[in-house]
């Protein structure tokens, strides 16, 4: 029979110690996570609306014919793309929450996560 001695707690102590101490393995990624240019699937804002957004600031409201947009927050992206969190509302519709992202191309509705479903007002 063993002895429980604090040498022996020591012994194990050191060894579970020393297991932890070695680096993991280096991986390396065989598949890109993110391409040098993106695409976007989504709708791009026209160029009058873009600007208006552009400039709009958080409580700003944008009218563009029977529809505005409300602009609630300002963010930049995780790929570091300038974004307002906005509401739309037209009068045939409920309002709903959205965002607009600005790349190379323009202002963007980028898709939710959520399904967004217009609810026709009557």
Known sequence: ???????????????????????PPEVTASV?????????????LSSNTANQLEMAAVGSVIV??????SVIHQYVSALGMPCKKIIVSTPAYAPYKTAACKNDEGW???????????????
């Open 64 to 69: 563009n014919g029977n529809e505005q947009i």
């Open 1 to 23: 029979m063993i002895k429980l001695t604090p040498h022996f707690f020591a012994a194990i102590a050191a060894s579970l110690l020393a297991a932890c101490a070695s680096p």
């Open 108 to 122: 963007f509705t980028t898709p939710s996560l959520m399904p967004i479903e217009a609810k026709k007002l009557n």
């Open 32 to 44: 890109p996570l993110l391409i040098e240019k993106a695409t976007y699937d989504a709708s791009y």
